[in-house]
């Protein structure tokens, strides 16, 4: 072959390459990479009422909401809880409101950190304090939800709470329910009706039917039984330190 | 071996036929009309490349779609769910030209297919999507045969409906005896939104899981096993933080599982003639987290496939297919009677069937769902049950088989074998927040059919059962390691690799042009992960050596350890992930880049 000829082939096949390379889709680019196309950083919110519940217990019969959600993604929340009850045979309740940075520390647990807000009333009279916040929230072994918190509050008083509970399915859609929660106090603070030492302990049961896993009535009894120097401000109001009530109440989600 | 024909026509002289009848008239199927009767409605048609330029058209849109006399909305492809049956043969050059009609992006990625990787169909990986009202032209040339499949690579549109089988007939002669054959595509099915149901397992741990061990069950293993050793056993789960019923993520309680698009109720109805060997070929379509345990009572299957790749015949009863592996069976049924295609969800909270049948509306009788496995320490990666088989405990031979005969299982040998191996160690990294159980100890689980299979005399496959019947091509030892621990932490319902959600990773994993590596996947979850690598082959390492079957996904078991051997011979970014949509989404996901000494991806390489 001449060296023509070599050169002719040579560059056709060039132009024929480039020609190829630059009609075809193959010449298309990979778009830049990007680690955001995929759905694991997504903003999920949650809200979920834990108990609703009407308690019959020696005629003051309180609604009790204990509800709490998020907003945010897998590691970072901003956490809200609200808890409080209301007596139903007279003007008189307790609302307490968080909002908590809540952080993954483990596969289980979320470190949060927020603020707290009370508000207490009665016919006459209405009463607030503000608390500092820091609590740890997860799944302990043996399958225990936990949920303990270090308040401070605006006076300086310092008080802790822990709330576990346990869901065990009794069948596939009913579910019984032990609930403890206790709280300690190290100051005084008369004014909101309690002692220092521990405050007292809620033992509840509860059976819930899960329609839906979104919405489960149930039912239960709660034994709620002040302690110490908290039992005797009650007593001096003229309220009793042991409370033994049945509950009706239905848990909802979304 | 029944060469005797039936009806005159041999599936080989009718190839023959219709490749020159295509040729002259530019007939559109290359497939007898009854070798896909019932396959669907009667929309569905087989796809074959048409014209010069070999092109097929594919228009994916919105479409109602009845499961089981129930209406659902589906995304589907030329009004078909499954979309159709695509049959291409090696050697073609082919233009799939991909029209979306629905109003968001879509895409297809053919799942298994070696091809330039602006061809595979990922959205912002290897190409930009397919916006709506837009064709997207994908070209390639196909340089392989087998069973296939095709699914959007798009959000959560695989759940509604968008997949589809491929087949690509060899271009020499088939080393696979058949005189009929079906795709069998096997998938999931919700009337629920895919986005709820993702975010309800976000919220929810084990939403829906209505197979816990409850009370009733207590009482049952304090019955069987004693109170305390129950106890014991209870509480080394709680303790854990884990349930031994964490089997699928998604089950039966959402779920009507589908073959060829059938629910359960309206039956696929493929037909035979007796003495003829029936090709089925096996695609596990599911996106949530259904593996199909499949079996064909009354009759014995050979596998001849897998993932596309022809293997040495192996003869079994009963095989577990993980989500988006194929597998290719021959059965020869002898009586001219109905036979039940069996395919029960791994946590056995439904199943897929249909029936195969010398004539229409015939049926067998449809199997009890077995009871439903629990897992075991192993699963965990725990060593317990490495010593002795304890049968007091909760070991792998304690499988809810209360009313079995223990003396019967087959699955003695193999188990004991894998049980001698020694398992590898987990280093010190726990893999933070997302991961949840470590398994401690990992072990080679290969010779293991896989939880809540092997303990009922059936002959179960196994991947140690995988052989490739051609020796693998690159013969080089491994160069490089790559390892990578698949996690997950189900309280919280995200999904990782080496506890990094693909969003919080930097890059590319980088594979060099044509190096041989070893590709070492560690399962740390207690639950199944098939996992999938685009744009080249995993030669799985159980033992054959060159003989190493390909394979495009492989299904990790609970603290399985695997290894493959990769030769990345495609440039390009190909991704690699967990083949359950909602683990893939929520972060079981990465890129694999495979770059020239320039760090160029873009040419390509045909060698």
Request: overall charge negative; proline content about 5%; glycine content about 10%.
């Amino acid at each position: 072959m001449t060296m023509i000829n070599r050169t002719a082939i040579f560059i056709l096949t060039m132009f024929a390459i480039i020609v190829f390379t630059q009609s075809s889709v193959l010449a298309q680019k990979a778009p830049p990479f990007s680690n955001d196309i995929m759905m694991d950083n997504h903003t999920y919110v949650f809200f979920m009422a834990d108990r609703f519940e009407y308690n019959m217990n020696s005629g003051l019969n309180p609604l009790v909401l204990d509800a709490q959600g998020y907003i945010g993604k897998d590691l970072n929340k901003f956490w809200f809880k609200a808890e409080g009850e209301a007596l139903t045979a007279e003007t008189e309740g307790e609302m307490e409101f968080q909002g908590l940075y809540s952080r993954a520390v483990g596969p289980y647990f979320d470190a949060q950190a927020g603020i707290r807000y009370d508000v207490a009333y009665n016919a006459d009279d209405s009463q607030s304090r503000g608390f500092a916040v820091i609590g740890l929230q997860g799944l302990a072994p043996y399958l225990f939800e936990v949920d303990g918190a270090l308040f401070v509050s605006d006076a300086g008083d310092i008080s802790a709470s822990l709330e576990a509970e346990y869901d065990f399915p009794i069948t596939q859609r009913l579910w019984g329910q032990p609930r403890l929660e206790t709280s300690l106090a190290v100051q005084e603070v008369e004014k909101w009706g309690i002692g220092s030492g521990f405050n007292n302990v809620q033992l509840g049961f509860r059976l819930r039917y899960e329609i839906e896993r979104e919405f489960a009535p149930y039912i239960g009894i709660s034994w709620n039984r002040k302690l110490g120097q908290t039992a005797d401000f009650t007593r001096l109001e003229g309220g009793e330190a042991s409370v033994f009530g049945l509950i009706g109440g239905v848990r909802m989600w979304f | 071996m029944s060469e005797n024909k039936t009806n005159g026509i041999t599936r080989r002289t009718f190839l023959r036929y219709s490749a020159s009848m295509a040729a002259i008239a530019g007939v559109s199927s290359i497939l007898p009309g009854y070798a896909l009767a019932g396959f669907g409605s009667e929309k569905r048609d087989v796809l074959t490349p048409q014209g010069p330029d070999n092109v097929i058209d594919l228009t994916i849109g919105k479409m109602p779609h009845m499961v089981d006399g129930k209406r659902g909305e589906a995304i589907g492809i030329n009004g078909s769910v499954p979309a159709p049956l695509i049959r291409l043969k090696e050697g073609q050059d082919v233009l799939l030209r991909v029209t979306n009609e629905l109003d968001e992006p879509t895409s297809i990625h053919w799942h298994g297919i070696l091809l330039p990787f602006q061809m595979d169909g990922v959205p912002g990986v290897s190409f930009d999507g397919i916006k709506p009202g837009t064709t997207f032209e994908y070209r390639y040339p196909v340089r392989q045969s087998g069973t296939y499949w095709y699914h959007s690579h798009s959000g959560l549109q695989e759940q509604l409906g968008h997949y589809g089988p491929m087949i690509i007939d060899p271009a020499s002669e088939d080393p696979v005896e058949y005189d009929r054959e079906y795709p069998v595509v096997l998938s999931d099915w919700t009337f629920e939104n895919p986005y709820n149901v993702l975010e309800k397992n976000v919220k929810m741990e084990g939403y829906y899981n209505y197979q816990r061990r409850d009370v009733g069950e207590f009482l049952n293993d304090v019955k069987k096993k004693g109170f305390g050793s129950t106890i014991k056993d209870y509480l080394s789960w709680g303790q854990m933080r884990m349930s031994a019923t964490d089997l699928l993520d998604i089950t039966g309680a959402t779920y009507t599982f589908l073959m060829n698009g059938h629910g359960p109720e309206s039956n696929w109805n493929p037909l035979f003639k007796k003495g003829e060997k029936v090709r089925l070929r096996f695609i596990n379509a599911s996106a949530g987290t259904t593996a199909f345990d499949v079996r064909i009572p009354g009759l014995d299957m050979t596998v001849v496939q897998a993932d596309g790749q022809n293997v040495k015949p192996v003869s079994i009863e009963e095989f577990r297919i993980g989500i988006a592996e194929t597998y290719d069976v021959i059965v020869e049924p002898k009586d001219e009677k109905p036979y039940t295609i069996f395919a029960e969800s791994l946590d056995r909270s439904g199943y897929a069937r249909g029936t195969i049948a010398p004539r229409k509306d015939m049926m067998a009788a449809v199997p009890e769902l077995r009871p439903r496995p629990k897992r075991s320490h192993r699963d965990m990666g725990m060593m317990m049950d490495m010593d002795g088989m304890d049968m007091e405990g909760d070991s792998m031979m304690e499988m809810d088989h209360g009313d079995m005969d223990h003396g019967n299982m087959d699955h003695s040998d193999m188990n004991m074998s894998a049980m001698k191996e020694t398992p590898v160690k987990h280093g010190p990294d726990k893999h933070g927040p997302g991961a949840a159980a470590i398994a401690q100890n990992q072990f080679n689980r290969m010779g293991e059919p896989g939880i809540g299979l092997g303990n009922d005399g059936r002959n179960v496959l196994v991947y140690n059962d995988l052989k490739s019947l051609e020796p693998n091509i690159d013969e080089r030892p491994a160069e490089r390691e790559v390892e990578l621990h698949l996690t997950g932490n189900m309280e919280r319902y995200m999904w990782s690799f080496d506890g990094k959600q693909f969003h919080e990773v930097k890059g590319p994993i980088e594979f060099e042009h044509n190096e041989r590596l070893r590709l070492t996947l560690v399962n740390d979850t207690m639950m199944e992960h098939p996992i999938h690598l685009h744009g080249m082959w995993m030669e799985m390492e159980n033992g054959n050596g060159i003989y190493n079957p390909r394979k495009h996904t492989l299904l990790l078991q609970p603290a399985q350890r695997i290894s493959a051997l990769v030769t990345p011979r495609d440039k390009g970014r190909w991704a690699f992930h967990c083949h359950i949509l909602y683990h893939m989404e929520r972060g079981m996901f990465r890129v694999v880049q495979v770059a020239d000494e320039d760090g160029n991806i873009y040419g390509q390489d045909y060698a």
